[in-house]
């Protein structure tokens, strides 16, 4: 669905769900002028989203309304698919669903809050023992009401939402997505003015007033109640070091490197080369990967293939089929353990199957040295192989190399096309 269906929708009177978009903290940067600002950034401040002490004036609503409609016929002004109005839409979601809420104050706990962009669901289970993220007191489900983000899955009290000064970390994993790459990269309490990063509660290494406590991962020092020596792996280790020890890190650190555990954004060969001369586990990785690139072409024309879902055995690794080079967090755990290799040659062994023994339309795409012409059919993805660069013929190794002269099919093409 496209932001010009989605706005249709909205004028229909359908309220889109705001799960359907990821909040993006800058919106509507450049807009028509100062006055249309302010109407249309009304409601986003933090208050608009908790539950309003005493009555609530007639004009907000209405100025809510005004806001809307500013929205509405921005969008339609805007380039189609372009990120302003991909924005517009996100803001017109965020202000329609505050106009909801302020429409009926008689609810005591709305099902849904929203709080510097996350998404807080009203939790209904009343046994499971759970800790606010906020105080860091238990959660008695019996008789407090209690809220998750369903985006970093932060959990606190009803009571303590006003409370919070940390923005949602899915955000930052949406538009950054990205690692500190530098090893507990300290500057210091004296640049922190001697306070806790997230909170600013006084803190110091002496415990007085409160305790401070590294995070490992960012460098920089927490209160108690934001650092609870929780522990992870930290990437920059593991690219530098290979050293899968996890370290003590802060409660968002904490959030934030679960949820880019599995994403690919790490280019290793870029990052660190020397890795590979090093761990000869990545070295077995990498060259699977490449066969499994060098099968793709053959599954995705054949229908035997696609009929039997080959490639969604990587389904949960859906970047060893886009490339090469780029690995997760979870990648590099998995080859430390060794689990990755034995999962990663069991379906290597499975593709190679199909392609030289179960499907004949593969087995037709294969080659024949054309320097010796002798032996069985050949594939790009055989041991025993070269491809040429140019042609992309296969040859068997030893014959490529001990040839003096130039490919025989790249010969034929440049006599065929002079």
């Known amino acids: 669905m496209n932001e010009i269906d989605l706005i249709k929708k909205i004028q229909a009177g359908h309220l889109m769900s705001p799960t359907c978009f990821q909040a993006r903290p800058e919106l509507f940067s450049g807009t028509r ?3 249309l600002d302010r109407t249309m950034d009304l409601g986003l401040a933090e208050d608009h989203f908790s539950r309003p002490n005493g009555s609530l004036a007639e004009s907000d609503i209405e100025n809510l309304k005004i806001a809307i409609e500013e929205c509405k016929k921005l969008i339609l002004e805007l380039p189609e698919h372009s990120e302003r109005q991909k924005d517009t839409v996100v803001k017109l979601i965020h202000l329609r669903l505050k106009l909801q809420e302020l429409k ?4 005591d706990e709305p099902n849904l809050r929203i709080v510097l962009e996350h998404r807080f669901s ?6 499971v023992k759970q800790t606010c993220d906020k105080c860091s007191t238990i959660i008695w489900g019996l008789i407090q009401t209690w809220y998750t983000c369903t985006g970093c899955y932060y959990r606190c009290h009803s009571k303590c939402m006003n409370l919070i000064t940390k923005a949602c970390v899915r ?3 949406s538009h950054q997505s990205e690692y500190e790459l530098s090893i507990c990269p300290e500057i210091g309490l004296d640049r922190q003015d001697y306070r806790c990063a997230e909170c600013r509660t006084p803190i110091s290494l002496r415990g007085v007033p409160g305790e401070a406590r590294q995070c490992d991962y960012v460098g920089q020092y927490y209160c108690s109640t934001c650092h609870w ?3 992870a792996i930290i990437p920059a280790r593991v690219i530098h070091n290979w050293e899968f ?14 949820l880019m555990m599995s994403r690919p954004v790490l280019k290793l060969k870029e990052i660190n080369p020397l890795l590979f001369n090093f761990v000869e586990e990545l070295v077995e990785i990498r060259k699977l990967r490449q066969d499994i690139l060098l099968m793709k072409p053959y599954f995705i024309t054949c229908k035997e293939a696609m009929e039997a879902r080959l490639l969604l055995q990587l389904q949960d690794r859906q970047h060893f089929v886009e490339n090469d080079d780029m690995y997760s967090l979870q990648d590099l755990i998995d080859i430390s353990s060794g689990r990755l290799s034995c999962s990663l040659t069991e ?3 499975t593709f190679a199957k199909h392609i030289k023994l179960d499907c004949e339309r593969c087995q037709a795409k294969g080659f024949v040295c054309e320097l010796c012409k002798e032996g069985d059919i050949l594939f790009p993805f055989d041991s025993h192989t070269s491809v040429c660069h140019e042609c992309s013929a296969v040859f068997h190794r030893d014959c490529y190399y001990d040839n003096s002269t130039t490919c025989p099919r790249c010969a034929r093409m440049t006599e065929q096309n002079p």
């Not at 020890?245 to 679960?258: H, I, M, T």
């Open 245 to 258: 020890e996890p370290r003590k890190v802060c409660r968002s650190s904490l959030r934030y490197l679960a």
């Open 122 to 127: 009203k939790e209904k289970s009343k046994s």
């Open 347 to 349: 379906i290597h062994t």
């Open 104 to 107: 009926d104050p008689e609810e």
């Open 33 to 35: 002028n100062s006055s």
């Open 171 to 173: 955000s930052k994993v």
């Open 229 to 231: 020596n929780d522990t």
